[in-house]
């Protein structure tokens, strides 16, 4: 075998270990990409829930939920207030999710049960007076996804958990 033969194979034995190695790493980065969607989508659950926890562990912030449910009219001014920063959270904490989609973080599609949930929210009662009062401190890729969402008709229908016990 000549020395230029030699070289041949050394090129070939590079291509082939250039391919293997481009194709470990396409797997690996599909991996930590899988990996970091799962982390982002397992955080906004968690954000979630601890938006619920803050209702079903303090009476007082769900005694103030539920006098919202229709008007915020009948709030007296530091009920108004602890519904105002209660909302605000819940809503920021969507519109995280909404921006880590928007991104590519999260698929729309693991995001439906986080959305009906807000914009059926926003859709009745006093969430939806404090949305439209609101809705401009939020940015605005985000208050045209949730308006065209609420625009769409499919959450107008309530599902506070008070609706079915006065049914």
Request: charged content about 20%; cysteine-free.
């Amino acid at each position: 075998m000549s020395l230029q033969d030699l070289g041949n194979l050394g090129e070939l034995i590079a291509a082939v270990a250039t391919v293997l190695t481009l194709a470990y790493l396409a797997i690996q980065l599909k991996q930590n990409t899988n990996a970091l969607r799962s982390q982002t989508f397992q955080q906004s659950s968690m954000d979630m829930s601890l938006t619920a926890n803050a209702i079903s562990s303090n009476e007082e912030l769900a005694s103030i939920l539920v006098k919202a449910k229709d008007n915020l009219d009948d709030l007296n001014p530091v009920e108004k207030l602890r519904f105002h920063f209660w909302m605000l959270v819940a809503i920021r904490r969507f519109e995280a999710i909404f921006v880590q989609m928007e991104y590519g973080s999260i698929d729309p599609v693991r995001i439906e049960g986080f959305e009906f949930s807000i914009i059926s929210l926003l859709a009745n009662g006093g969430a939806s007076q404090w949305w439209s009062s609101t809705k401009s401190g939020f940015s605005h890729d985000f208050v045209k996804y949730a308006d065209q969402k609420l625009n769409s008709g499919k959450y107008n229908k309530s599902i506070h958990p008070t609706d079915s016990a006065e049914s």
